[in-house]
């Protein structure tokens, strides 16, 4: 059984953490082979440990091994009216697949969730696509539910969110 340890990243581990991150997206998605990296993880810092976004990796005996984060939701799906709430965007979920299984996963969902409840966050908000296996009902079973399913032809994108108790 794995031994992870979940916490923040630190300063020095940033450029691990990106790479980790990059890598792993551009698996999943090889269409993204050439673009550029992402405006969050190419201004971590200022993203997730100086501004409003939030980010914790897991390490078992100092290997990385799985990462997820959160930014203020940027009202970029016009669909989606969150004004006037605080609402955080779950990004970058990836754990290395020999550590999926274990619950990896959703420690890590539980640690951020928890994070944003104590900062005051009214709303988790994400979107995954069913190409992403298991990746939908991994959600639901984190306490989200679907909002919204794009009828697009290639991605599906689909909508979920979680309000958190008051």
Request: aromatic share 12%; net charge negative.
């Amino acid at each position: 059984m794995p031994n992870w340890i979940i916490q923040p990243p630190d300063r020095d581990s940033i450029s691990d953490v990106v790479g980790f991150i990059d890598s792993a997206r551009r698996g999943l998605y090889p269409m993204l082979a050439d673009s550029p990296l992402p405006k969050d993880l190419a201004r971590f810092a200022e993203t997730y440990l100086d501004g409003e976004g939030h980010f914790l990796e897991a390490r078992d005996q100092g290997r990385l091994v799985a990462g997820i984060g959160y930014l203020p939701y940027d009202h970029r799906f016009a669909q989606l009216d969150y004004h006037g709430k605080r609402v955080v965007e779950v990004v970058r979920l990836f754990v290395l697949p020999e550590y999926r299984r274990h619950g990896l996963a959703g420690a890590l969902f539980a640690a951020l969730r928890e994070h944003a409840r104590e900062v005051g966050v009214d709303c988790l908000y994400l979107h995954t696509h069913p190409f992403l296996p298991g990746a939908i009902r991994f959600w639901e079973r984190q306490g989200f539910a679907v909002i919204d399913v794009e009828d697009d032809p290639l991605w599906h994108t689909t909508h979920m969110e979680q309000w958190q108790a008051e």
